[in-house]
């Protein structure tokens, strides 16, 4: 099927010129300049100058590590800010729609509710699979986004490859994959696609494997050409300095965090084993993520219990397919074996 971006893109965005900031007007050639064009104090403070808008350090930095090229790269104030660029970029409110498959992160649906979309949900299988027949049967002339997240949030699972590639084949629009979770699993990573599949978008984030939850920081992998789109409608400023600075200091760290990756897996698989014990847990849902779906005879109930004794999880009940579920982050191995210890208990 034929992809065409630019009768995707919404018109008032097809037609836009953006804010050009001092920082893009004069990019820095490395020699020493006196900056009198931003209007900012002079008096040196580590953060008195305005950040790149391209933050080209980090990129180059990111690109080189995940072995691609920084002209498929943006950079946004959490996957958040980008998933919301995606949304602006492409979806005429009142008019368009979007196709989410739920149970899955809930960032989708207010998206849809802010920009005035409708969000046509087809539910996932009851294995947890996509239901791409359904999907694909949704799709009108105005759905502009396929929304999934892989692996699936709270679900733990990856989607299967030809479902996804399915997905990709058959839809004229956006396919939005959001890889929140992506390091936690061997299954590899759809930016290796990304030449082949004009209309995949990949969204990945510094605040779960990489353990910069606070610095807001997400990323986003796609065409030269979807990348160039949501530049222009990014604001000029969007990732600040500290936050570029606290990015590149963790990455050029070396190894720091595949060592906490792999002591997450562990700690998952070892969690896994223990809950299927539980009396009260009726089913423990694989992972390949860093948190572990559960089914439990009275979600409301034992939620109140785990929390009096002093551990906060997700009750997920409310979301479709997830009726009497928990949701349990994987924690360090004290706070895992406090965790069995409390469930033991009650
Ligand atoms: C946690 C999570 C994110 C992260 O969002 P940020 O704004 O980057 O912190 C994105 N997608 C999913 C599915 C998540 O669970």
């Known amino acids: ?5 630019e009768s995707l893109v919404r018109k008032n965005v097809r ?3 953006p804010y050009s900031s001092a920082r893009d007007e004069y990019v820095s050639d490395g020699s020493q300049k006196i900056f009198l064009d931003a209007n900012e104090n002079p008096f040196d ?3 008195n100058r305005y950040p790149d808008p391209q933050q080209r350090e980090l990129k180059g ?6 072995g691609m090229n920084s002209e498929n790269l943006l950079l ?3 996957s958040d800010e980008i998933l919301d660029l995606i949304f602006r970029a492409f979806c005429e409110p009142g008019s368009d729609n979007i196709i989410t498959a739920p149970p899955t992160y809930g960032m989708y649906k207010v998206l849809a509710g802010v920009n005035d979309l409708e969000n046509r949900e087809i539910v996932l299988k009851e294995n947890f699979e996509l239901n791409t027949t359904s999907i694909l049967e949704a799709v009108d002339s105005n759905s502009k986004l396929i929304c999934i997240c892989s692996p699936n949030n709270p679900t733990g699972n990856c989607f299967r490859e030809e479902d996804v590639e399915l997905l990709l084949q058959e839809f004229k629009g956006v396919l939005v994959l959001d890889e929140a979770y992506i390091d936690f699993t061997d ?4 930016i290796r696609k990304l030449s082949e599949y004009p209309n995949l978008i990949i969204t990945q984030t510094f605040s779960k494997a990489l353990g910069m939850a606070g610095i807001r920081l997400g990323i986003c992998w796609a065409s030269s050409a979807i990348i160039e789109i949501l530049n222009r409608i990014k604001p000029p400023y969007n990732v600040n300095e500290l936050t570029q600075k606290a990015a590149l ?3 050029s760290a070396g190894d720091a965090f595949s060592g906490q990756i792999r002591q997450i897996v562990i700690e998952r698989e070892g969690l896994i084993k223990a809950l299927e014990d539980i009396p009260f847990i009726s089913e423990v849902y694989p992972s390949e993520a860093n948190f572990i779906l559960v089914r439990v005879d009275d979600a409301d109930k034992r939620y109140r219990q785990i929390l009096d004794k002093g551990i906060v999880v997700r009750n997920r009940s409310g979301l479709p397919l997830c009726h009497n579920t928990l949701r349990f982050t994987v924690g360090t191995e004290q706070e895992n074996i406090r965790l069995l210890e409390v469930l033991k208990s009650i």
């Open 187 to 190: 299954k590899g990573s759809w």
């Open 249 to 251: 200091d963790r990455l």
């Open 61 to 66: 930095a990111l690109s080189r590590l995940k």
């Open 1 to 5: 099927m034929r992809f065409e971006l």
């Open 15 to 17: 037609d836009l010129k």
């Open 76 to 78: 946004g104030n959490g």
């Open 45 to 47: 403070n580590g953060l």
